[in-house]
């Protein structure tokens, strides 16, 4: 069964950077698009960013472009998102998600999320 | 504040209907097909309830259904069943370069 885990979460000073995973199984991960959405504590969902299947093509929500950066490693079932100059307003629990084969879809399968705090 | 529009709150009590709406603009909801509602209770990740505005996923309860007019995307819940008490979040397609954007969530109250 699709399974997707998050994992790289925690504590980090305004400023810091983070590296978050999603490791991948159950399916052919190197032909789904995938998407990271995260949600403040209390709050609603956000969508963060996008990658295709190759990485050749990627979004990003306004909020955080140009200091979070996503990728794939195809050979290793897993999807990243590197965090930098991270804010309070960063704090959040992130999610991955799987799209479709051909662009961004409705996301049938979430992982459980891991939790970036933000804090000095 | 949420690109789409969401009512903080709703209440049913058990065996009644109740309808959540979401309201956008012409770049998002009212100009494709591609609504999505999700389903979240505490702690727990987001669950995919309905798809392209009026489509169940397999297991989804037909209490369940969705529909759209204009600008304004709804949820409708019927025969409310104490299980169904949660946040559910809209989302849609958009023609801005963030692709995709989420409501600001409502939350069920299953009296």
């Known amino acids: 069964q699709v399974q997707l885990v998050e994992s790289g979460g925690g504590l980090v000073k305004p400023g810091g950077s983070l590296r978050l995973s999603c490791a991948a199984s159950?399916?052919?991960?190197?032909?789904?698009?995938m998407s990271w959405i995260r949600q403040a504590p209390g709050k609603g969902l956000e969508w963060v960013s996008y990658i295709s299947s190759s990485g050749s093509t990627i979004y990003y929500a306004d909020s955080v472009k140009g200091r979070f950066t996503i990728s794939r490693d195809n050979a290793k079932n897993s999807l990243y998102l590197q965090m930098n100059s991270l804010r309070a307003e960063d704090t959040a629990v992130y999610y991955c998600?799987?799209?479709?084969?051909?662009?961004?879809?409705?996301?049938?399968?979430w992982g459980q999320g891991t939790l970036v705090t933000v804090s000095s | 504040q949420s690109a789409l529009t969401q009512p903080a709150s709703v209440s049913g009590s058990p065996g009644q209907s109740i309808t959540i709406s979401c309201t956008g603009t012409?770049?998002?909801?009212?100009?494709?097909?591609?609504v999505s509602w999700y389903q979240q209770h505490p702690g727990k990740a987001p669950k995919l309830m309905i798809y392209e505005v009026s489509n169940r996923p397999s297991g989804v309860p037909d209490r369940f259904s969705g529909s759209k007019s204009g600008n304004t995307a709804s949820l409708t819940i019927s025969g409310l069943q104490a299980e169904d008490e949660a946040d559910y979040y809209c989302s849609s397609y958009t023609s801005s370069s963030t692709l995709e954007v989420f409501g600001g969530g409502t939350k069920l109250t299953v009296l």
């Open positions: 012409s770049s998002d909801v009212g100009g494709y097909n591609y």
């Open positions: 998600a799987r799209d479709c084969t051909n662009g961004v879809c409705p996301k049938a399968y």
């Open positions: 159950g399916f052919t991960f190197s032909d789904y698009y």
